[in-house]
T-cell receptor
Framework: GAVVSQHPSWVICKSGTSVKIECRSLDFQATTMFWYRQFPKQSLMLMATSNEGSKATYEQGVEKDKFLINHASLTLSTLTVTSAHPEDSSFYIC????????????FGEGSRLTVL | SQQGEEDPQALSIQEGENATMNCSYK?????LQWYRQNSGRGLVHLIL?????REKHSGRLRVTLDTSKKSSSLLITASRAADTASYFC???????????FGSGTRLLVRP
């Protein structure tokens, strides 16, 4: 199956700093990528849809100035958590659409962010 | 709320037994998908069932879909300890093919 690489897999940062997470589709081009957030023992909540070459579409309640998404190429999308605070600590997972007709997504391994 | 409902929230069974997880949703769907997530990892796509299909098999997995009741079930037969994971149903919505996940079932298979 298609491979999506996410980096870093874990990061610890101080409150107030910004953290960038990368999501790459390694063997296919992804015009659309999705960013999810997952709290412990909970489901994945869609944060935003990232479209190559255009602005991301954010879900209701997600602060676009807090979570900056850039999709500069067909194989790379980045999520930057700006001025991170402890409540931003979470598991962030990206996915890329592999099959336009079915909507099947391929997921990265996730990035665990801990803000001290 | 984005999420559909899944039940049970948690399921503990003995190795060799079957595990059944259910998923309900509110809006119409094109297809419904099931994913597996090992603790702290990404998701693995298990099976997709289209809205015009009623049942689908893949190895030890059996998925049913009842669009009239807006529900689906995932059956894992002859479970193994390695099946221990969280299982999520997900439905595609909108023209951008956003995938919205259910609340998930945490399955524990005891050896």
């Amino acid at each position: 199956g298609a491979v999506v690489s996410q980096h870093p897999s874990w990061v610890i940062c101080k409150s107030g700093t910004s953290v960038k997470i990368e999501c790459r589709s390694l063997d296919f081009q992804a015009t659309t990528m999705f960013w999810y957030r997952q709290f412990p023992k909970q489901s994945l909540m869609l944060m935003a849809t990232s479209n190559e070459g255009s602005k991301a579409t954010y879900e209701q309640g997600v602060e676009k100035d807090k979570f900056l998404i850039n999709h500069a190429s067909l194989t790379l999308s980045t999520l930057t958590v700006t001025s991170a605070h402890p409540e931003d600590s979470s598991f962030y997972i990206c996915s890329a659409r592999g099959d336009k007709n079915t909507g099947e997504l391929f997921f990265g391994e996730g990035s665990r962010l801990t803000v001290l | 709320s984005q999420q559909g409902e899944e039940d049970p929230q948690a399921l503990s069974i003995q190795e060799g037994e079957n595990a059944t997880m259910n998923c309900s949703y509110k809006t119409s769907i094109n297809n419904l998908q099931w994913y597996r997530q090992n603790s702290g990892r990404g998701l693995v796509h298990l099976i997709l069932i289209r809205s015009n299909e009623r049942e689908k098999h893949s190895g030890r997995l059996r998925v049913t879909l009842d669009t009239s009741k807006k529900s689906s079930s995932l059956l894992i037969t002859a479970s193994r300890a390695a099946d221990t994971a969280s299982y999520f149903c997900a439905r595609v919505i909108g023209s951008s093919y956003k995938l919205i996940f259910g609340s998930g079932t945490r399955l524990l298979v005891r050896p």
